[in-house]
C-alpha cells in the first residue's frame, strides 16, 4: 500500500463532516455556539528538517506549522498538546528551549501531550496538535472560490526556499541570509491575518507545500481553474538580492514551500482588511494555469514539495 | 537531561491552569459553556507493544488508551486525530483495519491527522490525540480525595497483566486464554461508567500502570494515605484460573497495569450508580498502605509500569 492508498484508506475511514475529507488544513467541528478547529501535524528529521538542524528552531517550527493551519482557518489558538520522542541528550534540552520560545512568543499554551522513548532510534519524529476556536460561524475551507474571484497572497514567497538553501550549502552571515534562514527556521503564522480575513474570503489556505501545489489544491477542492502569473508574486528585497528575479527564480519561489503565508480567494468587490498581493485569477475549468508576465508557461513537473 | 528532568522541564513551561500541572489524564478547558478535554498519548514499539502483536490490535488500542483518558475525565469523545508513521508494507494495511475497526466500535471519527514517511526506520512509534465534552462544570481530577472516602475499581484487575504474559510466552487456545488476551489486545475504556460516576466522585483515574502506582498518584496528588486491600481486588475467573489467587498473583493484577478500568475515590454515603468493588480507604498521611486481607505487608518494589 503505497501512500496515496494510505490516505484514500484514511478518507474512506474519516466520513464525519468535520474531517472534511482530509483535504483541509484542520478538523473544524460545532461546539456549543462556537466552532473548534484541530491540527496535527508532524515534522520528521530528513524530510521536514535537516539532521543537523538547531533543536530550538526545530522546535518553533513545530508549533508554528500547526498554529498556521489554524490561521487558515481564522482560528485562535487556544493550546497545543506534544508528542515527543525523547533522545536522551543535549537535543531534548536544545528542543525545550525552543519549545518555551515558540509558547511564549505565540501565546498559546502547552496543555499535554506524551514523550516516549523508542528502543530503537530511527528518524526523529515529532507530532503537534494545535487547537483553537472560532466564534463565528463561517470557517473557510478550500472549496469556495469562483470563477471571478481574485487569488491573493499575505506576503513575500519563496523566503522559506530561500533559507532552506542557504541551510544547506552553508553561507555568510549577512542580512539578508539571517533575514531568509530565519524565514526557513522560525516561520510566523499569519494568524491576525487569518481570523481578519476569515469571513470574507471565498476560500483559504496556508501555504506549505508551495504556492503552486496548494494553489492547485483550492481549484481542486472548488472545481475551478486557477490562473497565477509567477510575474506578480512577491519577493522579499533579500530574495532578490542572493537569488534573483527571474522566471526560474520565481519558479522555485512559487514551488519550494515553507512559507506560511495564507493563500486566498475573494470576489473581485472585496476590501481586504490587510495587506495582500493578487497574484491570479479563478477562471471555469480545473486545474492549474501558468503565466509569466501575462504569457502562458509550461507547468513545472513538480507543483510543489510532497513530503508526507 | 533524564527522563524526570525532561517532565520537570515541560511541566516549567505547561503553567496554564488548563495543562493541570501535567498530572492529570486529559487537559481540560473551558469552552463556551461547556468544558473541552484533551489528551495526546503516544505508543512505541517494544514499550507500548510487542514487536509481533498484530497491527489491527495495536490500533485498537491506541483508539482505547486515549478515549480511557477522556473516560477518567466522564467526557464524552468528539473525535480523534492520527499522528502516524507509515511503514510502507502489510502493517500500515492492518493497521488501518484495527482503526476502523475501532472508530465503528467507539462510534469517535477520525476527524484529521498527518501521515509521515520516515527514512530511517526505528521503533514503530504511533500517537493520538482524543477529544470530547463535559456539559456541566465539575471534571474529576486526582487531586480530590479526602481521610475517610473509600477507594474503588470498576471491574477486573489484572486481565490485561494476564493478556500480555500469555502473549509473550504464547498458550493454548482455550476460552480462558482468548478472553485475557482479548482484554490486554483490546481494552475497552469504560466511558459510560466514567460520565455516569464523574460528578459523583471525589477522585478518579483510569488504571493504566498499575493500580498500585496509579493509586499512590491519587494519594500523591489529594495529600491523603491511600491503603489497599489486595484481597478485596476483583480478579476474573479467567485470570484465576490461570494465575491462581494467592498474594502473589494479586500482587501481578496489582502492579501490571493494562487495566483501563477506572480507579476512584468517593465519600462512603456516596452511592455509585454502575457496579464497582471497593478495594480500599483513604486516610490522613501520604503514600500508599499494602494490605492483605486486613494484615499489612511489605510494599513491592515497582508499584506499577513507569514505561514512558
Given amino acids: 500500500m503505497n501512500e496515496l492508498d494510505f490516505i484514500d484508506r484514511l478518507k474512506e475511514i474519516a466520513t464525519h463532516p468535520a474531517a472534511r ?3 483541509d488544513d484542520a478538523a473544524v467541528i460545532p461546539f ?8 496535527h501535524d508532524m515534522m520528521v528529521e530528513g524530510v521536514h528538517f535537516l539532521s543537523d538542524a538547531n533543536p530550538a528552531d526545530v522546535a518553533w517550527k513545530l508549533v508554528a ?20 520522542s525523547r533522545s536522551g541528550n543535549e537535543w531534548d534540552e536544545v528542543f525545550m528551549l525552543g519549545l518555551k520560545q515558540a509558547i511564549d512568543h505565540f501565546c498559546v499554551p502547552l496543555l499535554g501531550g506524551d514523550t516516549v522513548s523508542p528502543k530503537e532510534e530511527g528518524s526523529r ?7 483553537g476556536e472560532v466564534k463565528g460561524h463561517i470557517v473557510p475551507s478550500r472549496g469556495g472560490a469562483m470563477a471571478g474571484h481574485s487569488v491573493y497572497v499575505t506576503g513575500a514567497i519563496g523566503d522559506g526556499w530561500a533559507g532552506l ?3 544547506k550549502r552553508g553561507t555568510n552571515a549577512t542580512e539578508a541570509t539571517a533575514k ?3 524565514a526557513y527556521n522560525r516561520p510566523q503564522p499569519r ?8 469571513t470574507l474570503v471565498s476560500a483559504m489556505m496556508d501555504i506549505s507545500d508551495g504556492l503552486l501545489l496548494d494553489a492547485s489544491r483550492i481549484a481542486d477542492a472548488s472545481n475551478v481553474a ?33 512559507d506560511y503565508q495564507l493563500l486566498l480567494t475573494a470576489s473581485p468587490e472585496t476590501v481586504l482588511p490587510v495587506p495582500a498581493v493578487k497574484v491570479g485569477l479563478c477562471k471555469s475549468g480545473t486545474g492549474l494555469i501558468m503565466l509569466y508576465d501575462g504569457q502562458i508557461i509550461k507547468q513545472p513537473m513538480n507543483l510543489g514539495f510532497i513530503h508526507a
Fill in 32 to 39: 456549543g455556539r462556537q466552532k473548534l478547529v484541530l491540527t
Fill in 191 to 198: 494568524l491576525d491575518e487569518g481570523r481578519a480575513l476569515s
Fill in 226 to 258: 486557477i490562473e497565477i502569473d509567477l510575474a506578480k508574486i512577491p519577493l522579499s528585497p533579500e530574495f532578490m538580492s542572493i537569488f534573483g528575479d527571474d522566471q526560474n527564480s520565481r519558479m522555485n519561489a512559487a514551488t519550494g514551500g515553507d
Fill in 165 to 167: 538553501q542557504l541551510a
Fill in 65 to 84: 506549522v500547526n498554529l498556521s493551519d489554524l490561521a487558515a482557518k481564522g482560528a485562535k489558538p487556544l493550546g497545543v498538546l506534544l508528542g515527543y
Fill in 125 to 131: 519524529t515529532l507530532g503537534l496538535t494545535a487547537f
Fill in 21 to 23: 475529507g482530509l483535504a
Fill in 180 to 182: 531568509l534562514l530565519k
